[in-house]
């Protein structure tokens, strides 16, 4: 049964969603607070989180920056703004979805569903051909072996392989590990992606995981299906 966090601190809104979604084979909770969440999601392991932007403790953009330094679990942004800025801003901190309130909870449910279709499709082949990610103590195995990596590589892995084939730019993966481009780290990005290149050759000589894509970004290339 698929877990769901609600991060919500509209009771009424939060007992809807409560009731559509554990009624139709999820099994949801929820918190109030961006804290109390980012708190949980360290200890427990859930499958979606659908995470309001209005919170009283931090934005909930805020709180999806802090969540993707240490897990690539999927988002669902909940918000009563509708423009298009703050949909993007959304989606380019790692959401994997936006719902303009009010909306209907049967939506919000079906959208649940194929968010979780979408991730497990797209997750698979990292967690079971090459990669291993262990959430808990927050290492990466590639082809059985464990990477030595430091927390920013870590962080930056686990972005592009959150999301394979996706190119991801320099700006979005430094939103993910919680910096701005205007802090002057944009191009050490290069550098980094540089030294987990090398981590990555010292196991599998032959594969390339990460891809450059010039003036735009990176991407995580899984390895080839086997043919027929």
């Not at 084979?25 to 961006?34: D, M, P, Q, W």
């Not at 909930?60 to 240490?70: D, I, N, S």
């Not at 936006?98 to 919000?108: A, H």
């Not at 730019?169 to 780290?185: I, K, N």
Request: hydrophobic share 45%.
């Amino acid at each position: 049964m698929p877990q769901i966090l609600i991060v919500e601190d509209e009771v009424a809104i939060a007992d809807a969603l409560l009731f559509a979604l554990n009624g139709n084979g999820f099994a949801a909770r929820h918190v109030s607070l961006a804290g109390e969440a980012l708190a949980l999601l360290r200890r427990d392991a859930v499958d979606l989180v659908i995470l309001d932007v209005g919170l009283p403790d931090m934005t909930g953009f805020e709180a999806c920056k802090q969540l993707r330094q240490f897990s690539a679990v999927p988002v669902m942004f909940l918000t009563a703004r509708a423009e298009e800025i703050d949909r993007v801003v959304g989606l380019e901190i790692g959401g994997d979805d936006y719902v303009v309130k009010p909306f209907s909870p049967r939506e919000v449910v079906a959208r649940v569903r194929a968010i979780l279709k979408r991730s497990s499709s797209r997750s698979a082949p990292a967690q079971d051909e090459e990669f291993h990610v262990d959430h808990e103590r927050l290492q990466i195995h590639f082809c059985n072996r464990l990477l030595k990596l430091t927390a920013l590589e870590f962080r930056l892995l686990l972005q592009l392989l959150a999301v394979p084939e996706r190119v991801l730019s320099r700006e979005q993966l430094l939103a993910g590990v919680g910096m701005t481009p205007d802090a002057g780290y944009e191009r050490n990005i290069d550098t980094h992606i540089k030294a987990l290149r090398a981590k990555l050759r010292e196991v599998a000589p032959a594969r390339e995981p990460i891809q450059t894509h010039r003036g735009f970004g990176y991407s995580y290339q899984p390895p080839a299906a086997p043919g027929p």
